[in-house]
Each structure stands twice: as C-alpha cells, then as structure tokens.
C-alpha cells in the first residue's frame, strides 16, 4: 500500500515517538511510506530509528508557533505575535492546502496520515486532511494530545473547520480513550469514526539492582521535560513534607526550561541535596536509571498518554501519578499504582509513605503493572493496532460494533 505521512515541526518528546512507531509499524507491514513535511519536522537520529526505506518530501509549512519562536524566542513579544497570528490563520491553512494538495497529486498515496500534536494544534495538519478530500485520498488524523475546547477568536471560522475536517477524515486515531471522548465532547467529532491506538515499547526484561525499598537509600524517580505541566514542583514539595525521612532521596531525568526554578524550589524547601537532576538519558543510559529507582511518581498536571509511565510499568516499578489524561486508562489506582488529584503535594506525600511503610505492597503494585504493560502497551500490538486503522480507511470499513473503540460512541450517545 503507497501511504503518505503528514507531520510539521514539533517539539521533542512523546508525540515525535508516536510517529515514529506509527511509521515503523506501516514499514514493517511492507507499505510503501513517504513522509511530507517542512524541514526539521524530523531528525537525522529520528530517521536513524526507522525499521525500512523512506522517502521524505520536504514542503513549505506556514505555520505560527516555530517561525516565531526562530525569530523572536519564547518571551512576551513571541506570546503576543502569535496571539496576532491567530487572525491569519484561514489564510495560512489556505496556503498549506495548496501547498499539499499539490504534493498529493505527485505521490497519488492510497491513504494518508496526517499526524498533529493535538487538536486543532498545527493548522497544516486539518489542511492536509482537507488536501487529500480534494484528490479523493481516504485519510486518517493522529491527535496525540488532549482536543482543546474552541477559541473566541474566530469562532465561526472553528467551527467551520471542525465540520469541513470531520467530513474529510475516515478516522481518528487517539492515543488514549480519554482524549477520544474529548475529541467528542468539547469539538463534536463523529463518534463512529475515533479509534484508539495506544502508544507501545519495545519489551525489555525488567532489571533491578537489588529488590524496591530495600538499600539504605530510597530513590524517587521521574523522567519527563522539565515543563511546568509536568508539577514537579508538587513532587519537590512532597518531598519535603516527609519528615523524618532523610534516607529517601529524588532522582529528576530530564531538561527543559524549569530547570531553574526547580533548583531554587529545592534549595528553598531545604531538599536541595536530597534532589538530582542528571539531564536527558536514553538507550541503556535510561534501562539503568530505571533499575535504580525504588518508586516512580509521576506528578504530571496534563497528560495524553506518556511513554514515561510505560517505561515504568515495563521497569516493573510500584507507580504513584495524577488521575490526568489517559494515566487511569493504563494504571488503575489501588490495582497497578496509587493515582492522586493533580497539585495535591500533602496526597502525592501520603501515597509516597504509604508504600514506604509496606514493600509488600509496593511489590505487588509493581509486577501489576508490568503484567498490564505486556498486555496492552506492547510495541507489536500498537503497531498491529495502527495498520489494522490504515486498512480499514483505505476499505472505508466502519467502525466495528464490538471493537474496544464502540464503547466510546456507546457512553457518549448516552
């Protein structure tokens, strides 16, 4: 099958992997792939990671958030452009139809997959799925980010391109339930038509240098972007509040721009030497750090759903998070891990002493959540997941009625 790829400059992080396996999971079912994008959308190291031959079709994307940022930073000034930007947006999305409209009719895929970091998000992407209406190509739209309710700049123009979107695209494909169902609800997108395919890892044995909790230190772990939405700071604080535990200390792997603040919270909450940041890790760097740590605590105040949780899970780690995003949909409290409220430090405190005060529980969370990572987070299976959605839209296939997905449709028309 010819499949083309859509996908504009992003962000480092989980959604550039989901693409990333999304496009490794057609090469390896014998598609033939080119990948559409503006340039840098992918890196040489991203390009190195894939499992078979790509042809990559470099295109102008006008777009608002990395022209910007390339110009004039991340400060006030950028903030307020982009705001202005927004007023240009039916002129942009106009362009970038063009633009790709033209480069289908080059490359005539069978099916084309639009990829987008959230919804509406990157405007290139829906004038992708748009493009390909025009040349009559089935197309499938990845979000793999929470949809965010409509804007009150331009409202008529949204709500004109949510229905000319919603008629253009066969499928949605949604990394978790939860972000299908808003998907549904806050935008109005057909539910028949939301698939979800979770995000998947490569098996690898858990190792551990010695049984959680218990060495003469305690290690707390998280590896995520030091982004504010992360709360950190809530880890950080929760910290703190274990009085009397001197011997459990916090392992930070990661970079980003709260870096500093996060220093400065430490030092002035007296954790500072209690609290490591060792910086971005991979590879076998990343299966190591892992095997040090005795509980993962995942504090995020937004998530879709995170390739950090899953590594956790595969690690076979006792998991403490925050109820946000698809995290309930992969770890269920009380049975793979103890879910708390978001910003709630005094909670995310009290789960950490409970699973101090009982190994047994710990231990017992841990193997539940490598248990629930084999049988639903595994790499095969969203591959399988993902060429099953690209069959489906090139034969026009409508949702099956007894899929995992119908539940969606199911508890929305209630």
Sequence with gaps: MRLAFFFE???IGGGGKYVLDCLNGALAHGDEVTLISNRGAVTADELDQLQGPLKLQLVPVFERTQSVGCLLG???LAAWVRKMLILFSPLMLLLNLLVIWRQLGRLRPEVLVACNGGYPAAESALAAVLAARL???????????????RRNVLPGYERLLDWLVFSATRFFVLNSVRQGQALIEVRGAPAARVRTVYNGLAAVDPVRAQPPLTGPEIV?????????????????RALALLDGQHHVKLRILGEGEHLTFLRQLAQQLGVGGRVTFAGFKSGQELLDEYSRFDIYVFPSLWEGLPYALLEAMR??????????????????????GLLVPPRTPQLLKTSIGRLLSDPREAQA???AARLRFETMFSLEKMHA??????????????????????????????
Excluded at 225 to 235: F, N, Q, S, T
Excluded at 318 to 331: D, K, Y
Excluded at 392 to 409: L, V
């Design 9 to 11: 400059n992003h962000v």
């Design 74 to 76: 991340q400060g006030l």
């Design 135 to 149: 040349r009559r190509v089935p197309s499938i739209l990845v979000i793999m980010s929470q949809p965010q309710p």
């Design 220 to 236: 707390l772990g998280v590896a995520c972007r030091l982004d504010p939405m992360k709360g950190l700071d809530d880890l950080i």
């Design 315 to 336: 690690a076979g780690l006792p998991i403490i998070a925050t109820a946000v995003g698809g995290i309930p949909e992969a770890i269920r409290d009380e049975r793979e």
């Design 365 to 367: 969370l841990g193997k």
């Design 385 to 414: 997941d993902f060429v099953a959605a690209v069959i489906a839209t090139r034969a026009g296939h409508p949702q099956q009625e007894n899929s995992p997905d119908s539940a969606i449709e199911k508890k929305t028309s209630k």
